[in-house]
């Protein structure tokens, strides 16, 4: 997986026990390499924010807004989904920890007007290094 360029850090790093607390909470398995990576680049902002000329990201989440945002996802008995992004405009990309869908990268689109719930997350790609390694700078930057 490639590095990314942090332009933005927050004053406290996470460190792992942020990570097993929030596993225990929420009845959670979080993988080998997306724990490293929420320790590295929990609660950042990089250079690289675009994903296939698409999609924008904003910040890397830290573990007080993962823990916000799987809180919210429960009010609309959303499971089995991880968020660790965000956009501009709030919606939280994911990696699924579905069976059927292990470590596939989703967003949810909860204000698009198509429902509530699951029906607001939309395929976006096949891994999180996928995801990752798309990431590009904005062009121009």
Do not use: R
């Amino acid at each position: 997986m490639k590095e990314l360029t942090i332009i933005h850090q927050q004053e406290l790093p996470i460190v792992i026990d942020d990570i097993k607390q929030l596993e225990k909470k929420h009845n959670i398995t979080i993988s080998n390499n997306i724990t490293n990576f929420i320790l590295k680049y929990g609660g950042t902002t990089v250079k690289e924010i675009c994903f296939n000329n698409i999609y924008f990201i904003h910040q890397f989440l830290d573990i007080k807004l993962i823990d916000a945002i799987l809180e919210g996802h429960k009010d609309y008995e959303v499971f089995d989904y991880l968020p660790f992004v965000i956009d501009g405009g709030g919606w939280d990309y994911n990696v699924s920890l579905k069976k059927e869908t292990y470590g596939q990268i989703w967003v949810n689109k909860w204000d698009n007007g198509d429902g509530v719930g699951e029906e607001c997350f939309f395929f976006i790609a096949n891994s999180f290094e996928e995801f990752i390694d798309g990431l590009q700078a904005e062009e121009g930057v």
